[in-house]
């Protein structure tokens, strides 16, 4: 699995767009770019995944460069409740075996 | 969506004993899970994968007599700390895919935190 880097931090206001940043420049052709989040003492959660083009949920929007050497998640208006460690993970997509994680990006939403 | 259950979510023990927790698939079948281990302040370490009806693949540096995976069926797989030490404090999270398309997630338990004194 290609190696991603993250920020350690970010603060974002509430109400407000929080975007969080990935740099993955040894991604391969393959390998599609998933984000997971983890809030305090829970598992992990399954945000959203991408492979190159744009992709959009209820929960977030993934924004990758058309070189595919790093990507944007976008929360459109940050509650609360988005407080959490944002992990970027790079693997190719059918893989079967578990995610490794990184440390991510610990976001703080604040009022 | 899939849901992965784990039981229990907390659990204080005395050194020297043993603890089970359980993770199952609820709505799906699994014939792997994955057992992770995370220390405050630290990411998700994967412990073992765990593969129904065979041995679990333990990572390096985990002690495969000491954490035991049993992945008897296809939704239910369990890890049992023996002779607990408080070193072994820690949060441990488990988690199962669905399927191995490109469009199936990993669902994770909501962890079990585990107290040793």
């Known amino acids: 699995d290609a190696k991603t880097t993250q920020p350690p931090s970010m603060d974002c206001a509430e109400g407000r767009a929080a975007n969080l940043p990935c740099n993955h420049s040894?991604?391969?052709?393959?390998?599609?770019v998933y984000w997971y989040r983890q809030i305090h003492s829970q598992g992990p959660q399954y945000i959203i995944h991408g492979l190159k083009n744009n992709e959009t949920n209820e929960m977030a929007s993934l924004i990758i460069t058309e070189d595919r050497k790093s990507s944007t998640l976008i929360l459109p208006h940050a509650t609360l409740r988005d407080t959490a460690v944002y992990y970027c993970?790079?693997?190719?997509?059918?893989?079967?075996?578990?995610?490794?994680f990184g440390k991510g990006t610990t976001l703080s939403v604040s009022s | 969506g899939a849901v992965v259950s784990q039981h229990p979510s907390r659990v204080i023990c005395k050194s020297g004993t043993s603890v089970k927790i359980e993770c199952r698939s609820l709505?799906?079948?699994?014939?792997?899970m994955f057992w992770y281990r995370q220390f405050p302040k630290q990411s998700l370490m994967l412990m073992a994968t765990s593969n129904e009806g065979s041995k679990a693949t333990y990572e390096q540096g985990v002690e495969k007599d000491k954490f035991l995976i049993n992945h008897a069926s296809l939704t239910l797989s369990t890890l049992t700390v023996t002779s607990a030490h408080p070193e072994d404090s820690s949060f441990y999270i488990c988690?199962?895919?669905?399927?191995?398309?490109?469009?199936?997630?990993?669902?994770f338990g909501s962890g079990t935190r585990l107290t040793v004194v």
């Open positions: 040894t991604i391969s052709g393959n390998e599609y």
């Open positions: 988690s199962a895919r669905e399927g191995t398309g490109v469009n199936y997630g990993y669902t």
């Open positions: 993970i790079v693997r190719v997509g059918q893989a079967g075996t578990a995610l490794i």
């Open positions: 709505d799906f079948q699994a014939t792997t």
